[in-house]
């Protein structure tokens, strides 16, 4: 009988018109409307002052690893392929930055950048970067 209970739970937005019934559905990754990077999402209409915002600050977090002027040492052991001043390396690796600025580097976990995560509004405007300019 607990399955009725459940069923009920489940099905119970619908009726009331939310658009997402029992969980698997992040309501961010859907299928339509992507160039790349699997997880983007939409470009939204009017977002180039938040997309010029999410240019600048993946310069001002992120060059001082990757950027193609860093060579060697200089690099901190950033990959050679990911430069965020470099347009076709940030196409190619645009799905790869979002999720690793998802997860960021606070607290020792495994994302970017090193040893900090950034502000959601910052990761927003970066999302909407790498959706409306870096991937078309
Ligand atoms: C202090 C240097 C440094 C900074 C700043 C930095 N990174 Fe990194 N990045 C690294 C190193 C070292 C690696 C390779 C090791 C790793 O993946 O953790 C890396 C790897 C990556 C990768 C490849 C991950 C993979 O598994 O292929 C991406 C994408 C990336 N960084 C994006 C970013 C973005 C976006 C920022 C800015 C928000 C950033 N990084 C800031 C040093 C840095």
Do not use: W
């Amino acid at each position: 009988m607990p399955v009725r209970t459940i069923l009920l739970l489940c099905f119970a937005p619908f009726a009331i018109g939310a658009l997402q019934g029992c969980g698997g559905d992040d309501g961010g990754s859907s299928s339509s409307g992507e160039t790349s990077g699997g997880a983007l999402g939409e470009c939204p209409p009017d977002s180039d002052a938040q997309a010029q915002a999410g240019y600048q600050a993946l310069q001002d977090q992120c060059a001082t690893c990757h950027s193609t002027t860093k060579t060697g040492a200089a690099r901190i052991g950033a990959p050679e392929d990911v430069n965020v001043d470099d347009p076709a390396s940030v196409t190619a690796e645009a799905g790869e930055i979002y999720s690793e600025i998802q997860i960021g580097g606070a607290n020792g976990a495994d994302g970017m950048p090193l040893g900090a995560k950034l502000p959601d509004d910052t990761i927003e405007s970066i999302r909407i970067y790498l959706a409306c300019d870096a991937t078309q």
